[in-house]
């Protein structure tokens, strides 16, 4: 029996790896095991709910608003021993996250081969996204399979001098969550019956959803976003849906600007069904998110995306995505045009979802067993 140790902390990670751990449990002679860091409590244990996996080992590191030199310092501690207790003959990552770094890190300390889920991923500015940049070259150094969503991130590897016979393209494994979070739904659409409300509210108006969380938005960001959202609102025929990112960095100004308009419903963070459903209800999405720019393509849905640079060009050469930064004007006169002009519009929505074909985890787990 050989054994997996798969180790995440917030909630795009277990999005992204749940299918692999459901898709690796299928596989004869491996033996799964899932540690969770805890790096985002309530947001992953939402992801946990719906998913019907269980941690076999809990870190719970998180504290409130902790720095990142502790949560990184945490992680290589607690993890150790784990690693030690359990001797894994991989560990599984995925991502940029600072639980993924340091779990890859202390998974070499112990000499034990790492797999990264989404590797390839850059912008090429350690600054933006920061700190994943550095965190995801840091994991790609050390990984010794490399799972690439697209030919772009493998290419971006070979350039690096990874090893082309440790790089497998597999597609993004969101798709594959994302497909089966519609497939339920559609089985059984009474699961996300506490949004009626909400879509009551906005019936008679177009749904711009939004998310916003990263670290380099917080402070002049937050401002600049919740001036556009607020003026976008005053158009009276669009309703913004915000789940809000718990982050009091985030909430505090979100809620400080945005709380009580008419045309704004800020939301609590939601868990993956009603997300997906809400991805689907939207006419255009407002958002700094990786998961969500690789989502959205494969509902039509144009994006916005609230940043100066992305590691997911794919979707803004497939022409479904555009970049505008957290510039108040530059996000207000591309929302203005796409809610305008029908033309922009369908041009933006009638592309092709370049991230995937759902079947990534299945690639991965065929890899490692
Ligand atoms: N998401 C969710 N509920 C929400 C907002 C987002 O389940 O209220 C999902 C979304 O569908 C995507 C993932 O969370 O799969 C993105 O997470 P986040 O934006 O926090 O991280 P990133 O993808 O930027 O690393």
């Not at 070259?137 to 290419?155: D, E, L, M, N």
């Not at 402070?219 to 990112?245: Q, Y």
């Not at 510039?327 to 092709?352: F, K, P």
Request: negative net charge; aromatic residues 4%; contains cysteine.
């Amino acid at each position: 029996m050989s054994r997996i140790l798969v180790v995440f902390g917030t909630r795009p990670e277990a999005i992204k790896l749940c299918p692999v751990v459901s898709e690796l449990r299928k596989s004869v002679g491996v033996d799964v095991r899932v540690c969770v860091t805890g790096q985002h409590r309530e947001l992953l244990d939402q992801v946990l709910r719906i998913s019907g996996i269980t941690p076999d080992i809990d870190l719970d590191l998180m504290r409130h608003d902790q720095s990142l030199d502790r949560l990184t310092a945490a992680v290589l501690e607690e993890l150790g021993p784990v690693l030690e207790r359990e001797c894994p003959d991989c560990v599984v990552v995925q991502g940029d996250t600072a639980s993924a770094m340091a779990a890859s890190l202390a998974a070499y300390y112990h000499k034990i081969p790492v797999a990264h889920v989404e590797a390839g991923l850059r912008s090429g500015d350690i600054h933006e996204p920061w700190p994943e940049e550095v965190a995801r070259r840091v994991i790609s150094a050390i990984a010794s399979y490399h799972f690439a969503p697209t030919r772009r991130a493998a290419a971006a590897l070979l350039r690096e001098g990874v090893s082309e016979n440790t790089i497998f393209v597999t597609g993004n494994t969101v798709v594959d969550a994302l497909l089966a979070a519609r497939a339920t739904l559609a089985r059984d659409p009474g699961l996300v019956a506490s949004l009626a409300p909400l879509v009551d509210k906005f019936a008679d108006k177009r749904i711009l959803l939004v998310t916003c969380h990263r670290r380099q938005t917080f402070g002049i960001g937050v401002e600049k976003i919740a001036h556009a959202l607020l003026e976008l609102a005053s158009r009276g025929d669009i309703g913004i849906v915000f789940p809000v990112h718990p982050n009091p960095n985030i909430r505090d100004g979100m809620d400080r600007k945005l709380s009580g308009h008419s045309s704004i419903a800020l939301i609590e963070p939601q868990d993956y069904l009603h997300f997906v459903r809400l991805l689907e209800l939207a006419y255009l999405i407002l958002t700094d998110s990786g998961g969500v720019q690789e989502e959205a393509p494969v509902f039509g849905k144009p994006v916005l995306v609230m940043r100066d640079a992305t590691e997911r060009m794919e979707s803004i050469d497939a022409g479904s995505a555009r970049l505008v930064g957290t510039s108040t004007d530059a996000i207000v006169s591309t929302a203005s045009l796409l809610l305008d002009d029908a033309d922009a519009y369908s041009a933006m929505a009638n592309t092709y979802s370049p991230f995937g074909d759902g079947l990534a985890a299945q690639r991965i787990a065929a890899v490692l067993s």
